[in-house]
């Protein structure tokens, strides 16, 4: 049935040639497109131990075969949204969870992250009067990269958790296999993710017309006060231009596009297509893809097979990044200065972004080159609080998003988007807020299974602020 539901969706889109079966044997047989299986001859970071290769085999067969998630033309246009942004003409908005479960994916909880999105959006584009390409970290979020690879409680040591696409969180040594037919039950949870997504962003759900009900089932707050008075300004313009006489067949629908680490090479692998336009390799799972700080290694497999195939690509750079790492980074993602092709993810921390990233930008900026800039204030943030749980805290997190509009101005470089970790959800897990979250709230509302998030409205209140930065 899912199936199914996948190819009604893509029935009118542009066809694609499967490449042939392979497995990890290349000996039975591997697609024959040039260079494509190079990265099976470099380190492979974060790689699973997966406990059978016969079920491994199997598995990727199965996803080699499937209908794919996104198609060649819906990568495209993103890749000519990200060269606008690249240009200063607009910015993009990455939101969603730290890892997604396959519980998850429920149409109440897809909705509330999409919302989310939407209305950080409204209040962006609204509020720098700028374009915003949204997109969610969402079908196809399901695999961590981990520090160590196991993990102690006690006397008992197994596998560390690694997201739901590799293993699950139970603390059992069935539940922590590295089990390959996961990758099967992720690529039908974003399959399913992916319908509802088109549905919310197609059928009215994300009218802007419709802004006002936005934020009914959350409790008054300072954040939602604010967005109930920047829903009444949209109001007021929307029915000024409806009096005007002005077509509003563009706000009944958004573009939505989705994103996610390119962590497991095999499934990103199994599901790589030829584009029957061109004969070009595309990763189907996902419209955008990224590399982490912990396998952007310029000769690792990672980096290797990314640049090989055609999507838009994204790579984070921590606070240890040097000028030379960056550029060769580009050299080998980015050989012909394509707009839109690669996109640079700072992720420094508030502590450091200003002192490292300067000597970065001007080096980039320097060679010419113009990679699209955007900035992920969470991930050199995180702290542990008193009370064991992981967090973090908005006001350092609104400190990185300050430094790097501080950055960007300084160093003549546009400051291209927001990259952040978030929930449509009433959780607590990151600590501050208008209606602040302290630790004390945390053994109630902590969900996640690896890192926080915002909730709901922390992600308001920081979408006003970034609006604010971008207006000056």
Request: hydrophobic fraction near 40%; charged fraction near 25%.
């Amino acid at each position: 049935m899912r199936r199914m539901l996948v190819c009604m969706m893509f029935d009118t889109a542009e066809n694609f040639q499967a490449i042939e079966p392979f497995g990890t044997n290349l000996s039975q047989g591997a697609a024959d497109y040039p260079g494509l299986d190079e990265w099976r001859n470099f380190d492979v970071q974060q790689a699973p131990q997966w406990y059978d290769e016969t079920v491994l085999e199997d598995s990727l067969s199965e996803l080699s075969h499937v209908p794919p998630l996104v198609f060649a033309g819906e990568v495209d246009v993103l890749r000519e949204r990200l060269a606008q942004a690249a240009a200063g003409k607009a910015f993009v908005l990455q939101g969603g969870d730290c890892a997604e479960t396959f519980a998850g994916a429920t149409a109440n909880k897809i909705s509330s992250r999409v919302r989310t999105i939407l209305q950080m959006a409204a209040v962006l584009t609204y509020g720098a009067s700028m374009p915003v390409v949204k997109m969610g970290r969402m079908a196809g979020q399901f695999a961590k990269p981990r520090s160590s690879n196991m993990e102690t409680r006690g006397d008992i040591t197994l596998p560390s958790f690694r997201g739901e696409i590799v293993n699950g969180f139970d603390f059992t040594e069935e539940s922590r296999r590295h089990d390959p037919r996961r990758m099967v039950q992720a690529y039908h949870t974003a399959a399913s993710t992916l319908n509802l997504i088109r549905a919310f962003t197609t059928g009215g759900f994300a009218d802007l017309r419709t802004v006002h009900s936005w934020n009914k089932g959350f409790m008054s707050n300072p954040a939602y006060a604010r967005f109930d008075e920047l829903a009444a300004e949209i109001d007021r313009a929307v029915r000024f231009m409806e009096a005007a006489g002005a077509d509003f067949d563009a706000l009944k629908t958004v573009e939505f596009f989705s994103a996610h680490e390119a962590l497991l090479l095999d499934y990103e692998r199994a599901l790589t297509r030829l584009d029957s336009r061109t004969g070009l390799p595309y990763i189907t799972s996902s419209h955008f893809v990224w590399i982490g700080e912990r396998t952007r290694q310029v000769d690792g497999a990672h980096v290797d097979y990314l640049s090989r195939i055609r999507n838009p690509i994204g790579v984070k750079l921590g606070p240890t990044t040097t000028v030379d790492q960056a550029m060769a980074l580009i050299e080998k993602l980015d050989p012909n200065r394509e707009p839109g092709r690669l996109t640079f993810i700072a992720r420094m921390g508030a502590d450091t972004i200003r002192e490292n990233l300067p000597a970065i930008m001007e080096g980039v900026k320097a060679q010419g080159a113009q990679p699209l800039w955007i900035t992920d204030p969470m991930h050199g943030n995180t702290i542990t609080a008193a009370n064991g749980y992981k967090t973090r805290r908005l006001e350092d997190i609104m400190s990185e998003v300050r430094g790097f509009f501080e950055v960007a101005q300084a160093t003549g470089t546009h400051p291209g988007g927001l990259h952040i970790e978030l929930t449509g959800d009433d959780v607590a897990e990151c600590l501050g807020g208008s209606v602040a979250v302290d630790e004390s709230a945390f053994d109630e509302r902590y969900e996640t299974l690896v890192d926080p998030r915002l909730n709901h409205q922390q992600s308001l209140e920081l979408a006003f602020l970034v609006a604010e930065s971008l207006a000056r």
